[in-house]
């Protein structure tokens, strides 16, 4: 069975550093056909792709974070990791690592974990 | 960065009904795909490639269209598909962008 399931702090406070793991099992991160993507979601709007990091460690970046941001891999733990500096609150949201899939038609999310969902408060 | 512009933005329909849900690229693409999103869950992929059918998928749900205009359509609509829909685009791709999603409630 293959899943996804992210983890971190709930709470973190404006300036600070957040860190977020995404635990995968059922596939490997050294297979060159998917990734693994983070993708956020503010209360009550929509999706929002942040970051990817594929097979053999090439990683992309959404160009207005990409200053915040780092994706890493652990293939031997099955984890990727995101961080993201000087948070804010509108950084607040539920994010969201998802499988990213290559087929003939293009790439897609195609599993997806629960989410965990983030608040930036003094 | 390619824009994705869903319409309507609402819409209310009963079961039984036939939903439309549109989504406009702000170039021309040939990969979109579509996700359903209920309260409190993850996205779940329906659609990929404009119009393959994820597996598991009721096929009730279709998608086509091509270049910048592309639709989702529900062909009878069923109490669990009461959510948020949204669509994806990989055409720019490593950058994928998502609609601002479409509500669909009950009348």
């Known amino acids: 069975q293959v899943t996804l399931k992210e983890s971190g702090p709930v709470l973190v406070k404006p300036t600070e550093t957040l860190t977020l793991t995404c635990s995968v099992s059922g596939f490997s991160l050294s297979d060159p056909r998917m990734g693994v993507s983070w993708i956020r979601q503010p209360p009550g709007k929509a999706l929002e792709w942040l970051a990817h990091?594929?097979?053999?460690?090439?990683?992309s970046y959404s160009t207005s974070l990409k200053s915040r941001l780092t994706i890493s891999k652990d293939t031997s733990k099955s984890q990727v990791v995101l961080m993201m500096t000087n948070m804010d609150p509108v950084d607040t949201g539920t994010y969201y690592c998802a499988r990213i899939l290559w087929t003939s038609v293009g790439w897609h999310f195609d599993l997806w974990g629960r989410g965990t969902l983030v608040a930036v408060s003094s | 960065d390619i824009q994705m512009t869903q319409s309507p933005s609402f819409v209310s329909a009963s079961v039984g009904d036939r939903v439309t849900i549109t989504c406009r690229a702000s170039q021309g693409i040939s990969w979109l795909a579509w996700y359903q999103q209920k309260p409190g869950e993850a996205p779940k992929l329906l659609i990929y490639g404009a119009s393959s059918l994820q597996s598991g998928v009721p096929s009730r749900f279709s998608g086509s269209g091509s270049g910048t205009h592309f639709t989702l359509t529900i062909s009878s609509l069923q109490p669990e598909d009461f959510a948020i829909y949204y669509c994806?685009?990989?055409?720019?791709?490593?950058?994928?962008?998502f609609g601002g999603g479409t509500k669909v409630e009950i009348k």
């Open positions: 994806q685009q990989a055409n720019s791709f490593p950058s994928l962008t």
């Open positions: 990091i594929f097979s053999k460690d090439k990683k």
